[in-house]
């Protein structure tokens, strides 16, 4: 395996200034004999006279996309040492319109232009002096456009690769591309002899070009058979010695002292992620902290933040390290390991100084100050109690022996137990969800804002009643003033109101919410605190992530699906709607094959509390649903089947649960859909 200057940190040094220039002077003699010291050969390409431009810049991607490639497969280089460059949609859409207009006005585009200036052309220097005085503008204006890069306009997509969006392999793309590259250069070919700037090739010439696409495709389709002799496969962990340098600083970890005062101090874009498992942070956990449990970690690393500072955890260093490691290596720069994990905060920050070690009396007293604040922010608050069931039962988690105790599942419900000891958490924030606005005016949990679930849906493709778009539910999170950090619990009087927020928080891709078991009802029969007082949240701008929304599908996906015998359509409406015996649309039944299991089955009766998980998890076995069961779960417009699809997914561990837009609505309004009753 080969270090890269990026690797090795070297990228801003004399070296990488060397190699640059080095690297520089040969693309541009190769630019130079290509003709791009000539504006009219580069404009040509607009009057389809002259293609150089478009076959030198696609062989040069296509040389260094293969190169590349085989340098992989062969373990000569570690994707990781690699720097990839983020994807702002905003600037570098209007960046790109600038630059085309430029270079359609001028003949050249920086690079060529200094070409031409090696070549004595006076028109590349005076583009060239445009460039600077544009870079100087840029750098004077920056404050005006710079939403463009933070997101705030036109979105921040991280580092985006075509082949995910595409769904495919890096070695399918590369293939897909080969195969336009060849027909694109056969038909630059014929454009040019067409419009009389490139004479008619003689057949030697012909040959040449035939042997060069046939070697170029010969090269793709091996790197299908190429294996690596040092690598096994994309683990979580990589080796590689790019970032040693920094953990020999100490640039890679923050103490637990220094956390703790930034915890305490509510600092801004700070995310603690917990890498344990779910019943090590339900037993305790920091504050704001959002558990990704290290087994499944690399398949959550899209939802991390580029921005604000993250700070991974577990109980001691190694997995936190590994986690650091490979998140490094993906292009995060704003990672850190907390030193010696949670057992190294709970000897530094919440062991008393009498048990730490002797002290002089000025230092133990300032040691002890500290300690009892420290204890009364982390340790003064009640964690999620652990054990067995009749033990949770005993702590008033359940007072029923139907229902489900919160614990047993995972960091997505709560309970009001909970909640009662960390209303006072910063980074706590709750949502009100119930129907009718006076009750929360009247009477709420102290600190709750208020959202009615009709604020989040919307009208889409003619479709009423649709949950709205992830931008639009990003600017409502953000009058809200949740932040992306924030452990968002909703609550509600109806489960179903409650599940259809948490459906939109996982839409723009917030990673720590939950829903509080058994709602306002169960908060207020417990003799818990509410209040009239209703607080005025700070507008925050809040950026949905790129891509979270997995588990959403349209009718037609559905369609897709009939008749595969594997894909289980789940219908979450009451009985006689599945039946056709009622209707509120415009046809009544429901899609062939469906199953059906109303949504209201899965709560004890009256009481607005889950079942006890071996209930439910015997109940869908029933209609032939198991863990590994591919699930579309649907309903009328998608509301109640957001109850099911949370019990599915966050409660019950099913592994392919997808939710359908529009659900039975939008069915039914087409009479090309098929219907059964």
């Known amino acids: 395996m080969n270090d890269t200057l990026y690797s090795l940190s070297l990228l801003g040094t004399h070296i990488g200034l060397v190699v640059a220039g080095v690297v520089g002077f040969f693309f541009g003699s190769f630019l130079e004999r290509a003709g791009f010291g000539s504006s009219r050969k580069l404009t040509g390409i607009f009057y389809f006279r002259d293609m150089a431009v478009h076959k030198v810049m696609f062989s040069a991607v296509l040389t260094a996309m293969v190169g590349y490639q085989y340098f992989v497969a062969l373990g000569w280089i570690d994707p990781a040492n690699v720097y990839p460059l983020e994807t702002y ?93 060849v027909l694109s250069f056969a038909g630059c070919t014929r454009l040019e002899q067409r419009r009389g700037e490139m004479p008619v090739i003689g057949p030697v010439m012909i040959r040449r070009h035939k042997w060069a696409a046939a070697t170029l495709m010969v090269l793709v389709v091996a790197l299908f058979f190429v294996r690596s002799p040092t690598r096994g496969g994309e683990g979580l962990v990589r080796g590689g010695s790019g970032f040693l340098h920094e953990i020999a600083m100490g640039e890679d970890h923050v103490d637990p002292i220094e956390l703790a005062e930034r915890v305490m101090a509510g600092e801004r874009d700070l995310l603690l992620v917990d890498l344990r498992p779910p019943s090590d942070f ?41 986690a650091w490691l490979e998140l490094r290596h993906r292009g995060w720069s704003n990672v850190w390991v907390l030193t010696d994990g949670i057992l190294g905060f709970w000897r530094q920050c919440l062991t008393p100084p009498s048990m730490a070690g002797p002290a002089d009396p000025a230092r133990a007293r300032a040691e002890l100050s500290a300690f009892a604040a420290r204890k009364a922010y982390f340790l003064d608050r009640k964690p999620m109690p652990t054990g067995s069931v009749e033990e949770k039962a005993a702590h008033g988690l359940t007072g029923d022996a139907e229902a489900m ?45 208020y959202l009615n679930v009709e604020n989040i849906r919307t009208t889409v493709e003619g479709v009423h009643s649709m949950l709205a778009p992830a931008d639009q539910l990003a600017a409502t999170f953000g009058r809200l003033g949740i932040r992306r950090k924030d452990t968002v619990v909703i609550y509600d009087n109806r489960l179903r109101d409650a599940t259809y927020v948490a459906l939109a928080l996982e839409r723009v891709g917030h990673e ?108 869908y076995r029933g209609l032939g649903i198991e863990k590994e069961s591919p699930i579309i779960v649907h309903c009328r417009t998608g509301h109640q089947a957001s109850q099911t699809y949370f019990l599915l997914k966050h409660l019950l561990g099913m592994r392919d649960v997808r939710w359908v837009a529009g659900s039975w609505t939008a069915w039914a309004a087409r009479s090309d859909l098929p219907i059964e009753k």
Not at 287 to 301: I, M, S
Not at 411 to 437: M, Q, Y
Request: with cysteine; proline share 6%; aromatic share 10%.
């Open 282 to 322: 339900a037993g305790f956990h920091l504050p704001g902290a959002v558990n990704l449990p290290f087994e499944g970690l690399a398949q959550n690393l899209s939802r991390l933040p580029a921005e604000g500072k993250i700070v991974l955890y577990s109980n001691g260093t190694t997995h936190a390290a590994q």
């Open 89 to 181: 949609w905003g600037a570098q859409i209007l960046g790109g319109l600038i630059f085309g207009v430029g270079f359609v006005m001028g003949g050249w585009c920086p690079g060529t232009a200094f070409v031409g200036l090696a070549s004595a052309k006076w028109d590349a220097l005076v583009f060239l002096v445009g460039a600077g005085a544009g870079s100087i503008l840029f750098n004077e204006i920056f404050h005006a456009i710079e939403p463009l890069y933070t997101g705030q306009v036109g979105g921040y997509a991280g580092l985006a690769y075509l082949p995910d969006a595409l769904h495919m392999s890096p070695k399918a793309f590369v293939l897909m591309l080969s195969i336009f590259a």
């Open 405 to 449: 105790v919160e614990p047993e599942c995972c960091g997505h419900l709560v309970s009001t137990e909970w909640l009662a000891f960390n209303l006072d958490v910063p980074t706590v924030k709750i949502i009100d969800t119930r129907e009718d606005g006076p009750m929360y005016s009247t009477s709420h949990i102290p600190g709750a804002l």
């Open 512 to 619: 720590s919410y939950a829903v509080l078991h058994g709602g306002f009802k169960k908060w207020v029969e417990e003799g818990r605190a509410v209040t009239s007082e209703i607080p005025k949240p700070t507008p925050v701008k809040y950026k949905p992530v790129r891509g979270a929304d997995r588990f959403t599908v349209d009718i037609d996906m559905v369609k897709s699906t009939l008749g595969d015998g594997k894909t289980i359509i789940l219908d979450t409406r009451p009985r006689e709607y599945y039946l056709g015996e009622k209707s509120d649309e415009a046809r009544a039944g429901h899609i062939p094959g469906a199953v059906n299991r109303p949504y209201s089955e899965d709560l004890v009766e009256g009481k607005g509390l889950w079942k006890r998980k071996e209930i439910l998890v015997e109940d």
